[in-house]
């Protein structure tokens, strides 16, 4: 498979047209047919553009492997005190940690009780 015929899919995967591709890319609309038509390949500008505006692996847009669509950069997810208390809890020793264990499900069953 080639890059037009995997740009291809990525337009049917987001039910977009040439023109929404062009618009959403910046790329121009003989240019992203060129692309979608085996007419020439993307140059590194138009990689860029192609990820940047339809947020995709711009390895597996050139070479099949991977993932089609980029996973996003995860944002904190867990606070400090939550980062504290994880860093704590690993160099707690197992028994404590087994405690600490059946503490927390105790509370939790109390918690979703009330």
């Known amino acids: 498979m080639c890059i037009s015929e995997r740009l ?22 003989r240019s992203a047919m060129n692309y979608l038509n085996e007419g020439r390949d993307p140059n590194v500008d138009a990689l860029v553009k192609i990820h940047k505006g339809l947020e995709i692996s711009i390895t597996w847009l050139l070479t099949g492997n991977g993932t089609m669509f980029q996973t996003a950069v995860q944002k904190r997810v867990i606070s400090i005190q939550e980062e504290n208390l994880l860093s704590d809890y690993r160099t707690m020793p197992e028994g404590i940690k087994k405690a600490f264990l059946i503490s927390f499900r105790e509370i939790s069953k109390n918690t979703n009780s009330i």
């Open 8 to 29: 291809k899919q990525v337009l049917e995967a987001k039910n977009m047209t040439v023109t929404e591709f062009s618009n959403v890319t910046g790329i121009s609309y």
